[in-house]
């Protein structure tokens, strides 16, 4: 915890191949900026004690963005290779947020969190709503899924 930004650091944005690649130890800060922003909201918006952020997939080299894209995606090989993912571009980043009230954990609902990055990035980014999470991508244009 903490490092990078208050509650975040470099090694949870790396890459979870197996092999040591060069995307292990990037981060682009206005994503974990973001991120930190995002999560400071909801402890004030709770009145809570502590925020943890968990990031489910980070950055991801070719090889590995493949293996995921085949994996979770169903695509073949050669539609994977030609993924433009943010995660490669180490500019995305798949998360939750949940806070800590009275000694209770509380997950923040995926749309909730959905709303926040749509309604303070409004002209821009990448925000997308899953059952799982959030994804958010530092992209220049707006994409919203």
């Not at 903490?2 to 130890?25: M, P």
């Not at 909801?42 to 991801?60: D, K, L, M, T």
């Not at 749309?111 to 990055?117: A, D, H, K, N, P």
Request: proline share 2%; with cysteine; aromatic share 8%.
């Amino acid at each position: 915890m903490g490092g990078l930004t208050d509650n975040l650091s470099v090694h949870e944005f790396a890459c979870k191949c197996e092999d040591e690649c060069t995307h292990k130890e990037v981060v682009h800060m206005p994503l974990a900026l973001a991120m930190q922003a995002a999560a400071d909201y909801f402890v004030e918006q709770y009145n809570a004690e502590r925020v943890i952020v968990n990031i489910s997939c980070g950055n991801r080299c070719p090889d590995h963005n493949i293996h995921v894209q085949i994996k979770d995606t169903g695509k073949t090989y050669h539609e994977a290779k030609k993924s433009k993912s943010t995660h490669v571009r180490c500019i995305g980043a798949d998360h939750t947020i949940s806070v800590v009230v009275m000694g209770e954990k509380h997950e923040i609902e995926p749309q909730e969190l959905y709303e926040y990055y749509d309604d303070t990035h409004f002209n821009s980014c990448g925000v997308g709503l899953y059952s799982w999470g959030v994804h958010l991508d530092m992209r220049l244009n707006k994409a919203r899924w």
